[in-house]
């Protein structure tokens, strides 16, 4: 130790640094691993699943003899070999979702069996060799053949307030539409994969690329009718997830560690892309009609929406992501009155499940598409639109009357305002907009068009037990520290953030902290990294950690301890963190600490659809030019400009990158990312030859984008704002612009209600649909 220095020393990596992601140089190295590269214990067996082929139907036979004699076939599975539940629907809620089917075939590709062989390749050759006989049955396979069978998962919800009927009869204008919007596949660079190894005393490890190990670790115990406790789920990280491991990892865990408890050798399950493609839920494609009446400003004076998703075959998460898509109805808009009902459709296709978003997209897709409608009605910038709309600016809400959000929540803390006024003015809107008109006036093949959209997102998990969170900090005398967490890792920087939390703490560097492995064993019953809330509940809990040690070595060394960067003082003293953790320890002063956080102020009451189901919002906004061929359809980005909320930034960089691929996976949603079924319940779009994500080349070449200097108003991680889920909703604006492009063929003077995704095909529609708008109108 030494007299307290004059100067504070500069530490490396505390929060608000731009530190690159934890592993980011073992992604580049090839080094980084994952579920599938964890080397494989000996004798470990490779499974299979046998898949239906059928969308619905009844299993009449099912003989699998040819399946067991085939070459390297250690076991095959059925449901009769569970001992415990059939059953891997998320929370267990619902009892729908069965490991494998008995009886009844819900959906093309829903699990009937699986093969454990020696290699993988065995493994697959043999699940073909299944003879299984059908009695088929009628098939409900989409959005409008479930709405006119009246086939749901449960009743129509509707939330809302006001008089909308009344509202839309009074009004000055009126206008009725129809808004589609197809789904999108994960396609996370690494598949869905799990590794299960029995342990003594009939325990189970089960390494998972999953989103919640939790809900792993309750899977496989319920699958194998024992105790949570007898049970470890582990994922260091995943390569993507976007939603699709928060439950769709279930299945394969189930089954992997059903092997290795039939078995009693260690059992591993990965599908081939096709089959992930054919197995897994999807983003829900949405039908959206809406009622609207506004004035001649276009302010809005009620609106009705009925929200219809494409659910599949049961329940999964598709309760809470339509709820999600009615909260996000409004945008950033008030609406005086307004009714919201949400049709969750059965279908007979694959379960449709949680997708970066989870239900946001789709509905403030919706109202964005209705002050589309309403600016081309009006003759108006859609801008000005928006801005008549838009909720009271934070510091007016209360006053104003302004404030309300249909279900209830005050929009105490918005700005997107002054957001779109400063993304309006560095992105040069105006002059651009009218630019591109004068251009498209003199270019008769190519159109340009431009939009500028907002967002407001709202962030906790709607079901309120889940906004809660732990975690586990040793110091250990060198001054080095252990973190862990109930957080995932599965690119999008979680780790590196929180790690940057405990070095902040501390005052010492970021290399000094440890990051490990997500594991049950030791931070339990966590919640999924999900609803873009892993830093605002994982940053917290670790604090709360770090803070207990803190505490403990504050009363060691005097109430005037001060941490520092890279030093401690007390009593007139400095003292590395190593000395002061070593002086603890020999005072037999634990240096461990448990952290827990718990979201503060959210309520959710379903019955009365009123609440406050989220702690704060997110803003941002984008300003997409694009440009259409209008022989072929086809169209590309030219230039993005993006200004977006993250209030105090943990880490720049890291939410930066963040921006970048939300807006690129929210674009791709809405222009070239097309699933297709056929007549028989068959995903035909099954592979990347059919399937569609952006490339580098779909990126703009010129791309903008900026953080919005200010704090988040509530007590945050460090005053910061969530960063995950609300930048793929500025996506929208590059559907919005293409559409501008194709409006400009008729002069403006139609709204083209371009459908999504907007692929060449679907352009090209349009553009021929406004062509012949305007040729009726001669």
């Known amino acids: 130790m030494q007299d307290a220095p004059d100067t504070i020393t500069q530490i490396t990596g505390g929060v608000a640094a731009p530190m690159p992601h934890d592993s980011a140089h073992k992604h580049v190295a090839g080094t980084a691993v994952y579920t599938d590269d964890i080397p494989e214990p000996p004798g470990t067996l490779h499974l299979a699943i046998g898949m239906a082929t059928r969308a619905h139907a009844e299993v009449v036979s099912m003989d699998l003899a040819k399946v067991r004699a085939a070459p390297g076939v250690a076991a095959v599975l059925t449901a009769s070999d569970i001992p415990g539940a059939n059953d891997v629907s998320p929370g267990r809620g619902n009892n729908d979702d069965p490991v494998f089917a008995s009886g009844l075939v819900q959906h093309y590709g829903q699990s009937l069996f699986a093969v454990a062989a020696e290699t993988m390749l065995q493994a697959r050759k043999a699940a073909r060799l299944a003879e299984v006989t059908y009695r088929d049955k009628p098939a409900v396979l989409t959005v409008d053949e479930a709405m006119e069978a009246r086939s749901f998962l449960a009743e129509p919800f509707t939330l809302g307030r006001g008089d909308p009927d009344a509202a839309i009869a009074a009004a000055p204008h009126r206008l009725k539409g129809r808004v589609r919007m197809g789904g999108q596949e994960h396609f996370y660079l690494e598949g869905q994969v799990a590794l299960a190894i029995p342990g003594e005393d009939g325990d189970m490890l089960v390494h998972s690329s999953t989103q919640h190990p939790t809900e792993i670790q309750h899977i496989v115990a319920h699958v194998l009718r024992i105790p949570f406790n007898a049970v470890t789920a582990e994922v ?294 999900a609803a873009s809330a892993g830093s605002d509940l994982n940053g917290m809990a670790a604090r709360d950690a770090a803070r207990k040690i803190k505490a403990r070595l504050t009363e060691l060394l005097g109430a005037d301890t001060r941490f520092v960067p890279g030093r401690i003082e007390a009593g007139g003293k400095s003292y590395t963190l190593a000395e002061v953790a070593t002086l603890a320890h020999s005072k037999r002063i634990p240096l461990s600490a448990t952290g827990f956080y718990a979201t503060p102020k959210i309520h959710w009451d379903r019955a009365t659809g009123q609440g406050r189901p989220f702690f704060y919002f997110a803003y941002g906004a984008a300003v997409t030019e694009a440009a259409i061929d209008t022989l072929t359809g086809e169209n590309r980005m030219l230039r993005v400009d993006i200004l977006h909320d993250v209030g105090r930034s943990l880490n720049p960089a890291i939410d930066l990158g963040q921006i970048e691929g939300g807006f690129i996976q929210g674009a791709g949603w809405l222009t070239t990312e097309e699933l297709v079924w056929d007549g028989k319940g068959r995903l035909a779009t099954h592979a990347p030859s059919t399937y569609k994500i952006p490339a580098c080349s779909d990126r703009p070449p010129v791309l903008n984008i900026a953080l919005w200097k200010g704090d988040n108003s509530e007590d945050t991680i460090y005053r910061s704002k969530a960063v995950g889920e609300p930048p793929l909703m500025l996506g929208i604006s590059a559907l919005m612009a293409l559409a501008d492009a194709v409006a400009s063929v008729g002069g403006y003077k139609f709204d083209p209600a371009l459908g999504a995704p907007a692929t060449p095909e679907r352009v090209l529609f349009a553009v021929e649909a406004v062509k012949s708008m305007a040729n009726q109108r001669k």
């Open 236 to 529: 260091r990280r995943m390569g993507g997830g976007f939603g699709g491991k928060e439950s769709q990892g279930n299945l394969p865990a189930a089954i992997a560690a059903l092997a290795a408890r039939k078995t009693g050798r260690p059992a591993k399950l990965r599908y081939d892309r096709d089959d992930d493609m054919e197995i897994t839920g999807k983003r829900h494609d949405f039908r959206i009609d809406y009622d609207v009446g506004f004035d001649a400003e276009g302010r809005i004076a009620g609106v009705i929406f009925e929200q219809a998703a494409r659910c599949g075959m049961s329940f999964d998460l598709s309760m809470a992501v339509c709820d999600r898509a009615m909260f996000s109805a409004d945008n950033c808009y008030f609406l005086p009155n307004v009714r919201i009902t949400s049709y969750r459709c059965k279908t007979n296709t694959v379960s449709n499940t949680a997708f970066r978003g989870f239900g946001g997209p789709q509905g403030i897709l919706g109202m964005e598409r209705v002050i589309e409608a309403i600016a081309a009605h009006l003759g108006k910038d859609p801008l000005e639109v928006r801005r008549a709309n838009f909720y009271a600016p934070m510091g007016q809400s209360t006053d104003s009357g302004r404030s309300t959000a249909p279900y209830g929540m005050e929009v105490e803390d918005c700005i997107i305002g002054a957001l779109t006024a400063e993304l309006a003015r560095t992105s040069d809107y105006a002059n651009r907009r009218a630019a591109i008109r004068d251009w498209n006036a003199k270019s008769p093949i190519l159109k340009r068009g431009i939009a500028l959209t907002p967002v407001k997102f709202g962030i906790s998990f709607t079901l309120t037990q889940m906004n809660q969170a732990g975690a586990l900090v040793h110091l250990y005398t060198d001054g080095s520290i252990h973190l862990n967490h109930g957080g995932t890792e599965m690119g999008q920087g979680l780790y590196q953030k929180v790690a940057q939390v405990v070095a902040e703490e501390f005052g010492c560097d970021l290399s000094s902290v440890k990051i490990t492995a997500t594991t049950t064993a030791k931070v339990p019953n966590t919640s999924p990294t």
